[in-house]
């Protein structure tokens, strides 16, 4: 029998990441000496490999300035690491839905925009890597609602569309679990709204952790 499996997006999902995302943004727009965008414009994006996410936030732009704005980002990020202010911390009650998914017998995976360096780096600074038995970044895939990351997760994890559950806070993650053919739920909690995540298609959304565990059909 296929695995059951449970993949969760990272930012706005696991962590909250969205003053990280911000100020890294504002420092790559200011970078090129540009107007940052605002929040809500930054975070209508997360989830999106960077070169995607540029292309909405500045879509007269030509694709080698896209990638010019990512490239500052990633630098952006790296310099606020160095100077210990990037924070992500997890959303309440993750960890231990997390744990007792993995003492359930449930298989775990990650998709995500991130690049596998960072996302490697919050995982383990929150003690969880060691769960995870796959885990798909921006830097190996096309960006969502592509499918690829699920498609992958799926085949390392030896999981079927209709044992596998995606779990994301963006309209992104939910079309891409409907492009690979699983059972799809939003959480409330991040960066795009449950309206849009029910009308992308989520099958439901949880507005905390407790209800999450009740519609993946956790312990």
């Known amino acids: 029998m296929p ?57 007269d732009a030509e694709a080698d300035f896209h990638d010019h704005l990512s490239e500052r980002y990633k630098l952006a990020f790296q310099a606020m690491r160095r100077e210990n202010a990037v924070s992500e911390p997890l959303y309440p009650g993750i960890a231990d839905l997390v744990h007792d998914l993995d003492r359930a017998g449930w298989l775990l995976g990650v998709a995500t925009g991130k690049s596998d360096r960072g996302l490697a780096l919050c995982l383990t600074h929150h003690g969880l890597i060691d769960r995870f038995v796959t885990l798909q970044t921006a830097d190996r895939h096309p960006s969502k609602p592509h499918p690829s990351m699920l498609l992958t997760a799926m085949a390392e994890a030896g999981a079927a569309p209709d044992t596998t559950v995606m779990i994301g806070d963006t309209s992104f993650d939910i079309d891409m679990g409907l492009a690979a053919g699983v059972r799809s739920i939003g959480v409330a909690w991040g960066y795009h709204a449950p309206d849009e995540l029910i009308a992308a298609g989520a099958q439901a959304v949880a507005m905390d952790s407790a209800q999450l565990r009740g519609h993946i059909g956790a312990p």
């Open 3 to 59: 695995n059951p499996l449970v993949v969760f997006d990272c930012d706005g999902t696991l962590v909250d990441s969205q003053h990280n995302i911000c100020a890294a943004m504002a420092r790559a727009f200011e970078d090129a000496k540009l107007a940052a965008p605002d929040r809500l414009a930054i975070l209508s994006v997360v989830g999106l490999s960077l070169p995607h996410a540029m292309a909405r936030l500045l879509p």
